[in-house]
DNA sequence: GTCTATAGGGGGATAGAC
DNA sequence: GTCTATCCCCCTATAGAC
């Protein structure tokens, strides 16, 4: 019955998020974040040091989300072509806020990060690419799926699609991305 | 015999372009330009009033010189697989760099820009679309070119893959981006 | 945990001399 | 066409009171 508080710092992260989908990271400041939640530019800075800081601990919220979803779909009855739907609803969401996803974000800006966050960006990456390789590659093995390049071709194709189609949908509206969706789950019947 | 001056002007436009390309609008300034050029901020300010200014001058110049290339293929003898490979080519150059596609790129940044400059973008990617749908057309009634999808949705596919490709190459490694590349080539044969 | 106040730096942009 | 000098604003970040 409880409806747990949302304390300040999850409303950071909450903000932060959709701040660097919707301008982008460089773009916007620790006093936007505070004029949003209606507190001081200080008190941003105590729940995270830096702005860095708050860009890693999104990063680190995105690889948990995905390694629940790789949990949730290990162990759910959903075919393949279900599965990969998972990922592409992913995108479709953020075209309807304007938004692109944090991943194609952060490459825009990714030579002006520091290290620590360039190899944590790398490994979330590697670790979507390999749930979406390892999903297609079940489903032609079961026969439910059907493309002829290899699974991690495969999955470079697909997500690629998506990262560009929303970043493409912001600026030409959401019919192009509409007909990459459904082109991107035709092709694998 | 005349090796043409390339004047200041020129010279900014082509430093802009790289860090735009390498950095992203929001994260260069007109002090970078300056240091690299060895001139001074307000020498900057003297060709282009403003960033914005500056931006606007990059589009249009990408606008007259996809303008050439169309001319360029028009009376060209290419068959549409070479047509479609000048496309790919600017992107693989691209990768080589660090650097993404300026149109991804900004579309990362778009949620900060003015109308003026978000219309014009809007413009040159109709364009860019509209010449690659236009070749995949003419190369599947000749029977040079196969595909299921509408020469439109084909377009989006491909650009998108190629736009995403180069922004996943900067992070996860230029093979990821030839894979990318080679599949697009055998899907259309 | 949030505030006020402030340090220190960089940004875009302009005026006026050369 | 480029310079020096400067303005004003916003940024990141911290110190110390509450």
Redesign the pocket.
Known sequence: MSIRTT???EEILRIGKQFIQYYGY?A?????I?RE??????????????????LMALIENYIQNYQLLAQQLEGSKLKAAGKINKFIERYTGLCDSDSICIIGSIASDYNTLPESVKARISELIEMVLGMVEQTLAEGKKKGELHFEESPRTRALLIMTNLAAGVQLARISGKADYEAIRKALIKQLK
Chains 1, 2 share one sequence.
Do not use: Q
């Open positions: 304390d300040t710092k460089n916007f400041s620790y006093a936007d505070a939640l209606k507190i001081k530019n200080a008190a941003v800075h105590y729940h995270f040091r830096g702005k860095e800081d708050l």
